[in-house]
């Protein structure tokens, strides 16, 4: 196992589940490297922090000073590079951040990374790894086909979060290319599981539900998308640091291909029976949050269909997500059931749920 693990956006959602997968399941001394955006919170690493295997760097991955002064310090034997602004539809109302963080972010992180790497002797400099972790928009739109994405399924971004995601993959492959720095790209699909940010569909539909607002469904609620439970994921990317084959993309996905309505209709389902609405008097039955649904104006350039093949990925590492769509969705709406203080807290802060669309 890797001894020394440098996580970049540790405290955002993947991240931290990545950060404390490690400090509960391996030996690894882990950085955690992260600006704390909006969407970073170093609550969800409560249990990890009181490890002696923990440490925090409150560092931007564009401040190339910082991150030379991080690496110096920790001398790390990989880098998962998580760090990133990943919220599509922030991107459409305002692209530069995306821009900033996930192309020239990344580029600082690349060449912070090559530095280091290059001081390096013998087996210390051969095993050390860089891997990137992105997502499956940069390939654009499934719709119309019955096709999954592959590990070589052309990029075709449509949002500026994908297009700058899109950039950065180019990055770390040219990084490898041509200066011999020893990469792993892995590509992945919706995740959805327990501290996720209250924006993102699942936890943003559970909260409305649970405080009675409409909740909010873009277009006719057809799209299409993979769901992967984060702590699936988590393992997947820990099995591709220390067992993946330098210079190789690994496609991660949940084998869960789930129209976004039926997903928040069984959202609707699991509160109805975990903690159903009340009637309006004795007499009247109990009502379904399913009445809550409100379709709203689609965003633009919504991609139809994402869709997997992480047939790789278990052919070559082992790896099988260990979750159902079903099972984690369970675990999920549970999780922020019994978790109200960690999303209450959250909540009180600048964010607010009325993010995802507009009333159609």
């Not at 880098?79 to 600082?108: C, K, W």
């Not at 992967?228 to 993946?244: I, K, N």
Request: proline share 4%; glycine share 8%; hydrophobic share 35%.
């Amino acid at each position: 196992m890797t001894s020394r693990i440098l996580v970049t956006g540790g405290a955002g959602f993947i991240g931290s589940a990545v950060v404390r997968h490690l400090i509960a399941n391996t030996s690894a001394e882990v950085a955690n490297l992260d600006k704390l955006t909006y969407a970073g919170n170093l609550e969800s690493l409560a249990n990890a922090a009181d490890s002696s295997r923990y440490r925090f760097y409150p560092v931007d991955i564009c401040d190339a000073v910082a991150l030379d002064k991080v690496f110096t310090e920790f001398q790390p034997d990989a880098v998962m590079h998580l760090a990133a602004e990943s919220h599509v539809d922030r991107s459409i109302d305002g692209p530069a951040e995306f821009i900033q963080t996930n192309i020239l972010g990344t580029y600082s992180l690349l060449e912070a990374a090559r530095a280091y790497w290059n001081g390096l002797n013998g087996e210390r400099k051969a095993s050390f790894r860089f891997h990137h972790i992105s997502t499956d928009e940069v390939y654009g739109d499934l719709e119309g086909t019955d096709d999954l994405f592959s590990e070589t399924t052309p990029y075709s971004p449509s949002s500026p979060y994908s297009a700058s995601k899109a950039s950065s993959d180019h990055l770390v492959r040219a990084w490898q290319r041509t200066y011999g720095l020893p990469v792993l790209i892995t590509n992945c699909s919706n995740n959805y599981g327990p501290y996720h940010f209250p924006e993102k569909l699942i936890p943003h539909v559970i909260l409305n539900a649970l405080h009675g607002k409409p909740l909010p469904v873009y277009g006719d609620g057809s799209q299409i998308r993979d769901w992967l439970y984060v702590e699936d994921h988590a393992r997947a990317l820990v099995e591709v640091v220390t067992r993946g084959q330098v210079g190789e993309t690994y496609n991660i996905g949940g084998h869960n291909e789930k129209r976004n309505l039926e997903v928040v209709e069984t959202i609707c389902e699991l509160l109805d029976e975990l903690v159903p609405m009340a009637g309006t008097d004795d007499r009247e039955q109990a009502r379904s949050y399913k009445e809550l649904i409100t379709f709203v104006t689609d965003r633009p350039g919504h991609d139809r269909r994402y869709a997997i093949d992480a047939s790789k990925i278990e052919r070559e590492l082992g790896w099988v997500p260990q979750e159902s769509f079903e099972s984690g969705l369970r675990k999920t709406v549970q999780w922020y059931l019994d978790n109200r203080e960690w999303w209450q807290r959250v909540l009180s802060g600048d964010y607010r749920l009325g993010r995802l669309g507009e009333r159609a």
